[in-house]
């Protein structure tokens, strides 16, 4: 499979609108939260100002090296997803024609690697929002709406991963391991939830003062 973040945002929505299943939700899901990540680099850049002083530069710039690991990291997500779902539909078919424990327990652990790459993007798009939450009064005014955008996008990533997980987690056998991982999720998804709204607030309230 080719890597699909280095594929022309054209090509990547053709190969996405064909009727086959990658790329799909995964894939979309982390290209949502890489358009975050890509726009809050873009926000801290322009927040790192000549007239900064030297600690609110420091903070800036080494949130800046983060933002750009964490935008590394969700792009090649965007590939990993297919690969995994491509994974989890090959034991599928294997286990149709063959009962040995192998076979099955094949499935079971690719369901787990496709229910951990979402998890991974969840994890990564909190990261992101709590940073944000925390750097919010430092960053440029006048990209406050390009913040709020990214504080939207991060939340809706973490939302359709959470919708990945979900369907990965259905087919699992191992009622504590899904438990757990379930768990997580919302603890992630809860963290979501009110990092988006601090910087939603704060972006609403900013904006209407001025």
């Known amino acids: 499979m080719d890597e699909l973040a280095r594929l022309s ?13 990658t790329p799909g939700g995964g894939s979309v899901a982390a290209t949502s939260g890489a358009c975050a990540c890509a726009l809050a680099r873009m926000v801290t850049a322009y927040s790192i100002g000549k007239n900064a002083d030297p600690k609110t530069r420091a903070t800036l710039e080494e949130a800046a090296v983060s933002l750009r690991g964490l935008d590394e990291l969700m792009r090649a997500l965007i590939t990993q997803d297919a690969r995994a779902y ?12 063959n009962e040995l424990n192998e076979i099955r327990e094949t499935f079971q652990q690719a369901l787990m690697a496709g229910a951990a790459i979402p998890m991974e993007i969840a994890a990564i798009a909190s990261r992101l929002l709590a940073m944000l939450d925390g750097l919010r009064d430092r960053l440029n005014a006048r990209l406050l709406s390009d913040l ?40 992630i998804l809860g963290h979501c939830r009110e990092s988006r709204r601090n910087i939603e607030s704060f972006v609403r309230s900013t904006l209407e003062t001025t």
């Open 86 to 97: 491509e994974e989890i539909t090959s034991a599928a078919k294997s286990m149709k024609t």
């Open 9 to 21: 945002l054209d090509e990547f929505l053709n190969r996405l609108a064909d009727r086959t299943p």
């Open 148 to 187: 709020g955008v990214v504080a939207v996008l991060a939340e809706a990533s973490a939302t359709a991963a959470g919708f990945m997980v979900q369907t990965n987690l259905s087919d699992i056998v191992d009622h504590a391991v899904k438990s757990r991982i379930a768990r997580e999720l919302d603890a």
